[in-house]
């Protein structure tokens, strides 16, 4: 999946003609909310966190508390679920 | 000068209060015994803190209480930068703790000059040698797992923290030094080493690895991930974090941000991977 990353490797679903487009499979099948709490550090890169920790990509990890994450790609499995009963007609619009 | 003073009982109380605060005491005082017994008591300067040993923890534990899990009676205690020598001098029941200059949580060890002392770990001897121990502090009313903790240590993976599971097509061989996995088929699979353990208030997983055969398969990837479920079948892309190991490598430590991670986690390495793992802990 195409997603886009800032100068503080935050991902972003829309380039706002700063950012940098990365390829990554770990973002296949998430909602746009899951994707936007990600920070997504390429192969090569690094990162340092506020109190000095430095990491190294590539690597992928949360910068938003992940329970908010999962509990909004768990929403919207939910809403794909239930579209997809419609569609077979065995579902209430 | 009279013998008998007629004394406010408000102004008792504070007293008495005040000694209770300062002999962390909340027992009833009688007046005038009760006050003396208790001044007695208190310690002048000092320790701020005391150690228990039981199997199950304390109901009603003090402030800095230091709880080591033990069916063995403490017969002494002692602190040492270094971890005490393979043949013990020590009496069968001493508690030996390793302070540390940072960690999870510390106890205030003195009431009037403030140390602030960070326990890793803890050992107590047994009939011919020591024996690691567990061990909680009692801090700002809550129990708090003691210094850094360890996944798995080299040296001593038989009193690992964690139990391991094992799922896919490889083999796994767990020693007391390391952790050594290695995956035969040149096929796509899932190879999993996973330990549960509570990421709450932790910041960083740490993994000392080498690193002997990687797969840089676009299906499938290598590397240690941290995962939020509890599936006993862990992919790659139910992961909360994780990193890829693109190269072989000698021995290192590599890194993973949890601090956005609360509750209880799993690690575990995904996928065609041969390692032999060395260390791992979280701050």
Redesign the interface.
Known sequence: MVVFIDQDFKCHIRNDGTMTEIHA??F??KCDAFIEGYRFIP?GENWT?E?G????G??????????EL?AAQREYERELAKAAMILLGEGDE | MANEYAVNRADLVRVADAIREKGKTSDQLVFPSGFVSAVDGIKAGGLNFEVVGSTEQPANPKENTIWVETDQEITGWSFADIEPVTTPEEPIGHVWFTPISRGKQSINALAENTIQLYLNKVFQRTSGEWTVRDAMIYVNGEWCDVGIQWLFESGYGENALFDYEHEGNSTIDVSVDRIKTNYSSTNNGQMLISAEFDATGL??LYVEAEVTKHNNN?YV?TGFAVN?TAHAYIG??SC?????I?ENSSKKVY?????????IQKFITVGLLGAEIYNIWCE
């Open positions: 499979d770990f296949d099948g192969a966190r109190d920790a430095v990491f190294h590539e690597m992928v990890a949360p910068w938003k508390p992940y329970s999962d | 910041n960083t676009t990837k939020s790659l892309l909360a974090v994780y990193f890829n693109t890194t993973l941000p949890i601090s956005e991670l609360d509750g």
